[in-house]
């Protein structure tokens, strides 16, 4: 290809909406170009290397078996009813009425679509499993829509989907998907960490997020630097690291601290570690399923009757956790089945403890006792064993706390359970190596569905007994222009992008100083030797000076430039993108070293 053909489009500057690398460079680099909130275009440019990283999708999911399929962007609004998900997707999902007033969706996943597809021909378990893969166009009203395609409103994604009649059938899809996906990033140059959704125990997960460390990640991951063991923020465990302490006989003493309010003050007052300390707070949680009937202080709190399981409004509890320590809202969230957990309103704090935030004891609450495991841990007979002893704590009364807490004497939980917010620095569960902390950004998860889709949407085959059966599956998506992006974010400098040799939109550049005379045939022989070995070569012949042409070639990212100038020939530069200077070899070997160059790359992310 040759400039003057192309339709090269650069900007020297980013528009001031484009905050981080990759948007910046995708828009000064003429890959994408802005259309609306949310929705971006493809140049050409962008469009030699979004292709590339399909065909790489493409091929590592052809080889572990899965089969492409390809359905409409818009599907009845029908198939949506009977999954459910017509009420429940909320303001993302983009509703259109057609000509004949019926309801449309414009796709924001494939689930309905192909399980009702697969649904109509399926009858019998000999059919399973069906594993199809797409590579189509999804729309997201998202909410803010940012940093380009990164958070586009219209993206691509990768999507796959696969119905089986037997959960071990499922299993091995699974694995054959995170697989191919680690091959696929592989080959595109990435540093993936994959993150399994049940952390707490390695392996057997039914769902595992593939991210990359990003500055402007929405997730916070917890890593171990040493077992792999890799975890989001939001559900991350961790040994526990309790210092020995001494169970007591002492009688609880109550002691007046006026004012002492906060840990700190309680370090100084008491001059003691936190370690020593119990914290106790309390959390309001909404739509709470668990059932408290039978709990001390719960009788009379509003149960609301319903189908699908009753549930309070609003129930509370008393989280107590060593004092160095914060609790998790999200594990705190999960572990009482609610919606949403929060701290006590300061007249709540009050009523189910009889103290203000700060006072709160354990031996005195309106409500049930949530001991996390640096506070006791639950023996398989329903008692509790206390790890923390002779501990300080609030008094339930406002300016005193007491001392000489006995977990299990002077207080029992409702539960014991991991509530503790991980953090960098905490000890790995699983090899007690130290934990760092990380950003993260997620660029595809695999995930086994279960039966979520089979039931609701009413998929039967008959199964090996001749009796009907309802299906199981799984579904797997890759953010296809959020990947893009994430390879020039991770690949780029002052000058621009530095692409993998396996998605550069060319792979290499010829700059003729000026495009005549000798250069412009030394340019002319190299780039016709290039094209029949088959390398992807562009050959810049605009008539600009050498210095706007080294600056759009660099800003696009084109792996290897051959400058060819009349003050080195018979020799031309050999620059490597990534390298930091220019090598002088001999025009006439130029194009062989250059697609030697070409193929060590390849080889080396393809390999
Ligand atoms: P997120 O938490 O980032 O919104 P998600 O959980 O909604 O992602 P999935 O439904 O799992 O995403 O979609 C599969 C993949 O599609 C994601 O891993 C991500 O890479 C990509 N993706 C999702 N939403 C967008 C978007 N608005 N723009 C670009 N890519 C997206
Ligand atoms: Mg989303």
Avoid at 66 to 94: C, D, H, N, Y
Wanted: proline letters at 5%.
């Amino acid at each position: 290809m040759k400039t003057s053909k192309f339709y090269l489009s650069t900007l020297r500057e980013a528009p001031s909406e484009a905050v981080i690398a990759s948007h910046k460079l995708m828009l000064r680099a003429g890959i994408t170009r802005k259309l609306g909130n949310g929705l971006y275009t493809y140049l050409p440019l962008g469009v030699r290397s979004l292709y590339k990283l399909e065909q790489i999708i493409r091929e590592e999911l052809d080889e572990s078996g899965a089969l492409e399929f390809k359905s409409t962007v818009i599907v009845p609004g029908e198939i949506w009813k009977e999954s459910g998900r017509w009420e429940t997707m909320g303001p993302q999902m983009l509703k259109a009425k057609n000509r004949g007033e019926q309801d449309m969706v414009v796709s924001p996943t494939a689930e309905e679509a192909y399980t009702a597809i697969v649904r109509d021909g399926l009858d019998s378990y000999k059919q399973l499993p069906v594993n199809l893969y797409q590579i189509n166009t999804k729309y997201r009203d998202e909410i803010r829509p940012r940093y380009g395609v990164m958070r586009g409103r219209e993206f691509i994604m990768m999507d796959a989907y696969s119905m089986h009649a037997t959960q071990e059938s499922l299993d091995e899809t699974y694995e054959e998907y995170a697989k191919a996906y680690h091959k696929i990033f592989k080959r595109l140059g990435l540093k993936i960490i994959p993150v399994k959704a049940d952390s707490g125990a390695m392996g057997g997960s039914g769902s595992e997020e593939f991210m990359v460390e990003s500055p402007i990640g929405d997730d916070t991951l917890i890593i171990c630097p040493k077992c792999g063991y890799a975890a989001n923020a939001e559900k991350a465990a961790c040994a526990q690291d309790n210092p020995p302490s001494v169970k007591t006989d002492a009688a609880p003493e109550e002691v007046a601290t006026p004012n002492v309010f906060s840990i700190e003050d309680m370090e100084k007052f008491f001059n003691a570690s936190p370690k020593t300390f119990i914290k106790a707070l309390i959390y309001k949680a909404t739509n709470c399923a668990l059932d408290l009937t039978k709990v001390p202080g719960c009788e009379k709190w509003e149960r609301v009757k319903d189908p699908a399981g009753d549930y309070y409004p609003t129930a509370f509890f008393c989280v107590l956790i060593r004092g160095d320590l914060d609790a998790n809202e999200a594990k705190l969230a999960g572990l009482v089945k609610a919606s949403e957990v929060e701290l006590a309103e300061p007249e709540e704090v009050v009523a189910m403890s009889g103290a203000s935030h700060g006072f709160v004891g354990p031996r005195k609450v309106n409500c049930p006792i949530i001991a996390d495991l640096s506070i006791m841990t639950a023996k398989e007979d329903g008692t509790f064993e206390a790890q923390i002893h002779d501990a300080i704590a609030g008094a339930g009364k406002d300016g005193f706390h007491v001392k000489h807490i006995e977990p299990g004497r002077d207080f029992v939980p409702y539960m014991a359970a991991d509530v503790r917010l991980a953090k960098e620095g905490d000890k790995c569960a699983c090899c007690g190596e130290t934990f760092y902390q990380k950003k993260g950004n997620e660029l595809g998860h695999i995930f086994k569905l279960g039966q979520k889709y089979t039931k609701s949407m009413k998929v039967t085959f008959l199964a090996e007994n001749g009796k009907p059966a309802t299906p199981t599956m799984g579904c797997y998506g890759i953010g296809v222009d959020r990947t893009l992006a994430s390879i020039i974010e991770a690949n780029n400098d002052d000058h621009g992008i530095i692409w993998p040799m396996t998605v550069a939109p060319f792979q290499v550049c010829i700059v003729p100083i000026r495009y005549e005379g000798a250069m412009k045939e030394e340019a002319d022989k190299i780039y016709e030797a290039l094209k029949a070995a088959g390398i992807e070569v562009l050959l810049d012949d605009r008539n600009e000076r050498p210095g706007v042409k080294f600056a759009d070639m660099e800003l696009i990212g084109i792996p290897l430039r051959i400058t060819v100038g009349d003050k080195n020939l018979p020799n031309v530069e050999f620059k490597p993108r990534s390298a930091e200077k220019a090598e002088l070899v001999p025009a006439s070997e130029a194009a062989k070293k250059a697609e030697e160059f070409v193929k060590a790359e390849l080889a080396r992310l393809n390999g």
